[in-house]
């Protein structure tokens, strides 16, 4: 990773986001050195996963299972996406945590606790991924400590790159490490979920 660099990213006002596409999985296997471009998934797919905060942890498995994807959006009653969640993350770490610490069982956690605000995934513009490599990318998302980049064009969200979707046309993955679940950081989380990761 040392010959690929982070990009310079910035937080991302939910108002300008739509909901994610549908992962579009190359069959080859691409390298570190081919364009950033591959990996982006543009909006304009309709085949992604809605989440709501309010879902039901055991709503969102369900939806999770019956989809091909591995992550889905979260969006308000606005239909404005508010965040992000990987399938993984409904029976992660965080989640029991939260679970704990609320002292409910698990299954009436909902959707919102577990979320990735959107406010807290690194942005980089339409010129930046044109200019990018692969490897670029991976290193922005291991700098950044994130699996997700929203990708901008004209100050709009236009895609979004997953970690997941690195692996799958790599073959490798993107060594992040996991958010603290600390007890003040979760519980920060229930009365702040706005600033969860910064």
Avoid at 101 to 117: A, D, K, S
Avoid at 158 to 171: D, P, Q, R, W, Y
């Amino acid at each position: 990773m040392s010959e690929f660099h982070a990009l310079h990213w910035e937080s991302s006002p939910h108002t300008h986001f739509l909901p994610l596409p549908k992962e579009q999985l190359s069959q080859k296997r691409l390298d570190w050195h081919q364009s950033a471009h591959h990996i982006v998934d543009e909006l304009h797919d309709n085949a992604l996963v809605l989440l709501t905060p309010q879902m039901p942890v055991l709503e969102a498995e369900s939806i999770f299972n019956a989809s091909e994807q591995r992550y889905g959006v979260v969006i308000d009653e606005k239909r404005q996406v508010i965040g992000v969640l990987m399938a993984r993350e409904l029976h992660g770490r965080h989640s029991g945590v939260i679970a704990n610490l609320l002292q409910l069982p698990w299954h009436e956690l909902t959707v919102g606790y577990l979320m990735r605000p959107i406010g807290q995934i690194p942005v980089l513009n339409s010129q930046q991924i044109r200019a990018a490599k692969i490897g670029d990318i991976a290193a922005t998302m291991q700098a950044a400590g994130s699996d997700f980049i929203v990708i901008t064009t004209d100050s709009r969200i236009s895609g979004i790159v997953v970690s997941l979707k690195i692996m799958a046309v790599t073959g490798e993955s993107i060594r992040l490490y996991p958010r603290a679940t600390t007890f003040a950081e979760v519980f920060n989380a229930i009365k702040h979920p706005d600033s969860v990761g910064n």
